[in-house]
T-cell receptor, first 116, second 111 residues
Framework: GAVVSQHPSRVICKSGTSVKIECRSL??????MFWYRQFPKKSLMLMAT?????????EQGVEKDKFLINHASLTLSTLTVTSAHPEDSSFYIC????????????FGPGTRLLVL | RKEVEQDPGPFNVPEGATVAFNCTYS??????FFWYRQDCRKEPKLLMS???SGNEDGRFTAQLNRASQYISLLIRDSKLSDSATYLC????????????FGTGTRLKVLA
């Protein structure tokens, strides 16, 4: 149980385009989803916390207009990187926490974004 | 001082060795701790929770020392497949369930 999927697994796009990443909890309902980014050889950096039906809470330094998060249902959250630039190239990982034990997060397989 | 600190390693150990990692945390009110494992270019996977009384899962033992504010992970009889980065996680105490990650400790088990 506790499977989280992410789509796409990797994407290459041109500078200035927008990219949408989907995160789904497949076998449980996720009241909270988290979005992280990870640079090579660095740890995960939390970008935002997303609760179903409400606005996401962004961490300090993360631009909410650049990284749009929508958590429309208990099984789906999306992250849209708007007007992507090369410095947005990174590994984006989502996680989901269920309604039972809200503490344990289950991670999606990640999306590798390369902006040319 | 960082909220969660780990020795980045790498720890290079021979197969069959016992290896231990520590992770220190700065917030004495922290209550919940985990060890995750992350393979190269993959997502973190939950290895084990850390309980106050210590807990064991096969070759892995996790312990919590509240007085000194650290958690540890012991791996016995290391296998080649144990090679990975081990991430220490402390849950934020503000009620948001946010994870605070350490930078990770890299382990390489050598044949």
């Amino acid at each position: 149980g506790a499977v989280v999927s992410q789509h796409p697994s990797r994407v290459i796009c041109k500078s200035g385009t927008s990219v949408k990443i989907e995160c789904r909890s497949l076998d449980f309902q996720a009241t909270t989803m988290f979005w992280y980014r990870q640079f090579p050889k660095k740890s995960l950096m939390l970008m935002a916390t997303s609760n179903e039906g409400s606005k996401a809470t962004y961490e300090q330094g993360v631009e909410k207009d650049k990284f749009l998060i929508n958590h429309a249902s208990l099984t789906l959250s999306t992250l849209t990187v708007t007007s992507a630039h090369p410095e947005d190239s990174s590994f984006y990982i989502c996680s989901a926490a269920g309604t039972g034990n809200g503490e344990t997060q289950y991670f999606g397989p990640g999306t590798r974004l390369l902006v040319l | 001082r960082k909220e969660v600190e780990q020795d980045p390693g790498p720890f290079n150990v021979p197969e069959g060795a016992t290896v231990a990692f520590n992770c220190t945390y700065s917030n004495s009110a922290s209550q919940s701790f985990f060890w995750y494992r992350q393979d190269c270019r993959k997502e973190p996977k939950l290895l084990m929770s850390v309980y106050s009384s210590g807990n064991e899962d096969g070759r892995f033992t996790a312990q919590l020392n509240r007085a000194s504010q650290y958690i540890s992970l012991l791996i016995r009889d290391s296998k080649l497949s144990d090679s990975a980065t081990y991430l220490c996680v402390v849950i934020d105490t503000s009620g948001t369930y946010k994870y605070i990650f350490g930078t990770g400790t890299r382990l390489k088990v050598l044949a």
